[in-house]
């Protein structure tokens, strides 16, 4: 079973960085990231694969810069220019397309911009 472990949510002002962490136990194909607010729906954040080809959502384009170091299996989510309606939980997603595929969540965590 494919571990996550995601870091650096917190507390941050508006227009102010943060940077989250998610580090994988294993090689995989596609690591992302996703959020889901209070009342809303989970949507997408942004996704690179392991040949570094990244996808945005339309909350984060622009903003956000995702990127990832295979050596450490771990992907990382820059995240500029925050604002108040970027406040929610942020998961990291593991998954792999091809058999045997995998489709693995994190745990989540908090992030809030509030001043």
């Known amino acids: 079973q494919v571990q996550l472990v995601e870091s650096g949510g917190g507390l941050v002002q508006p227009g102010g960085s943060l940077r989250l962490s998610c580090k994988a136990s294993?090689?995989?194909?596609?690591m992302g990231w996703y959020r889901q607010a209070p009342g809303k729906q989970r949507e997408l954040v942004a996704t690179?694969?392991?040949?570094?080809?990244?996808k945005y959502g339309d909350s984060a384009e622009g903003r956000f810069t995702i990127s990832r170091d295979n050596r450490v299996n771990t992907a990382y989510l820059e995240m500029d220019s925050l604002q108040p309606e970027d406040t929610a939980v942020y998961y990291c997603?593991?998954?792999?397309?091809?058999?045997?595929?995998?489709?693995?969540w994190g745990q989540g965590t908090q992030v809030t911009v509030s001043s």
């Open positions: 997603r593991a998954q792999r397309p091809y058999t045997p595929t995998i489709n693995v």
């Open positions: 294993i090689s995989i194909h596609t």
């Open positions: 690179i694969t392991s040949g570094g080809t990244a």
